[in-house]
């Protein structure tokens, strides 16, 4: 392992400091679960290196929208488009004509 404080690999955008940790492949394959777990409390990247050239990176997974959040940027986008929307019809199971195979759809 080794922290350097050179300029970071990573675009700006995910770069969160200008000192970073990097491990050699050899490394990182042998302590895996470890850096995943440290990505994870930290949110700081790991740098994987090849003979000293940064190849990869490990990066938090950024947390997931909330379905409230999709929702509501669907409908935004729906009436921005002048898509009408109608949640009843939304939720209305198809019929056989709709599905084409004469089964019903339902569970």
């Given amino acids: 392992m080794s922290t350097s404080t050179v300029p970071s690999p990573l675009p700006a ?7 970073y940790t990097s491990y050699s492949t ?4 042998a302590r895996l679960s470890s850096l995943i777990a440290q990505v994870e409390r930290s949110g700081e990247p790991i740098i994987i ?3 000293g050239k940064a190849v990869a990176r490990l990066i938090p997974e950024p947390p ?12 935004q986008q729906a ?13 209305e199971p198809l019929d ?4 084409g195979d004469g089964s019903t759809g339902a569970p």
């Fill in 13 to 19: 955008h995910t770069a969160h400091s200008s000192t």
């Fill in 26 to 29: 050899y490394e990182a394959k």
């Fill in 49 to 51: 290196t090849r003979h």
């Fill in 64 to 75: 997931a929208p909330e379905p409230e959040e999709v929702l509501a940027q669907m409908r």
């Fill in 79 to 91: 009436q921005e488009q002048r898509i009408a929307y109608d949640w009843q019809a939304v939720n």
């Fill in 96 to 99: 056989a004509e709709a599905w």
